[in-house]
């Protein structure tokens, strides 16, 4: 019999999980408070495009990327095409390519198509969002507004995360291969 109650509870639990709603930021950084947790405005249930987990390189001055998980909930492909945020005058959808043995970053042409039924990541050494001449330092935990514009569908609008990150090796500043 006791059994049987576990069984039940993990299937009302694995139930209850799978109708979170996707912009929710489950890895919010250790520095941020609940109150700080990323989410997205499209993340109603029916949206074309949602984000998971979108986050920003913290910075003091200069460049910084944002990152996170795109999600097509649609039959079709998704474009994004543009971006704006108050942080940055300049947004670039950016992609990471080795030209002549060496990676660098440079526009991704046509902005990231997110497949049917599917995921684009957007990840440090990979496809970004590049913001240029930020106007004011990206602490841990700040809260940082986007707007993406989708080709032929409503723009997404979301908050990403501040977070410290040191990892793939990339450089955000000018003379860093851009």
């Known amino acids: 019999m006791f059994s049987r ?3 039940t509870l993990a299937a009302v639990l694995a139930v209850g ?15 941020s408070t609940p109150a700080a947790t990323a989410s997205a405005s499209a993340s109603a249930a029916g949206a074309a495009l949602t984000i998971t987990d979108p986050w920003v390189k913290t910075v003091k001055k200069g460049m910084t990327a944002a990152f996170g998980t795109l999600v097509n909930n649609t039959d079709a492909d998704i474009a994004v095409v543009a971006g704006t945020s108050p942080l940055s ?3 670039e959808l950016h992609e990471v390519v080795d030209s002549g043995g060496k990676m660098v970053m440079r526009p991704k042409e046509g902005g990231f198509v997110v497949p049917a039924r599917s995921t684009h990541e957007l990840k440090p050494g990979g496809d970004h969002i590049m913001l240029m001449g930020v106007t004011e330092e990206v602490k841990p935990g700040a809260r940082i507004p986007f707007t993406l514009t989708v080709k032929d569908g409503a723009p997404l609008e979301f908050t990403a995360v501040g977070k410290d990150f040191a990892g793939a090796k990339e450089d955000y500043q000018p003379g860093a291969g851009h």
């Open 17 to 31: 999980a799978c109708g979170a709603q996707p912009a929710q930021n489950a890895a919010a950084p250790a520095s």
């Open 89 to 91: 005058p300049t947004i």
């Open 5 to 7: 109650h576990v069984l």
